[in-house]
């Protein structure tokens, strides 16, 4: 039993230390993006970060433009959100929560711009409905003007990627 509860206690320890303690509550916390992995996941360091609220078309996702000519609108979607946010560049974000990846889910600000309003305004994410309501009027506006990937026709982010695990 003794041997249990050691192992338990160094687990705990060890946690402690790997886990930093960077969000340890919910103020806002100035980062430096030091990589733009898609339209939706940025990283500061070694912190993961999954902007709240969005769904962003995949890297290596397809799209239809108005034409119903394919294009490449997962590259399309993380080429604007490293267009609005460079290398570099300082973000202040809040921790919410962390997913199932380990990413730090948050929200985030880029010169007092909210980063998941604009990147879903701008057309090239969607509101994440199952998370979060904040970013709904922002997809009805991008769907409206037709900008990104509402400018043809798309497979949801979420239903792409189940369509890939399958095959």
């Given at each position: 039993m003794l041997k249990y509860k050691t192992l338990w206690v160094l687990a705990i320890v060890a946690l402690s230390i790997y886990v930093p303690d960077f969000f340890a509550d919910t103020e806002t916390k100035s980062l430096r993006v030091t990589a733009v992995t898609d339209a939706d996941s940025l990283r500061a360091g070694d912190l993961r970060l999954r902007l709240h609220g969005i769904d962003a078309?995949?890297?290596r996702q397809t799209c239809l433009d108005k034409s119903s000519q394919p294009y490449r609108c997962g590259q399309e979607a993380a080429d604007f959100l490293r267009s609005m946010i460079e290398i570099g560049a300082e973000i202040q974000c809040q921790h919410l929560d962390t997913d199932r990846y380990n990413r730090w889910v948050v929200k985030c600000f880029h010169n007092g711009e909210d980063i998941g309003e604009a990147v879903v305004r701008a057309g090239w994410a969607?509101?994440?409905r199952r998370y979060a309501?904040?970013?709904?009027e922002a997809e009805n506006q991008a769907e409206r003007a037709e900008r990104g990937i509402w400018q043809g026709n798309f497979t949801r982010p979420e239903i792409w990627r189940r369509e890939q695990r399958k095959k």
């Open positions: 078309p995949e890297l969607l509101a994440y309501k904040d970013y709904i």
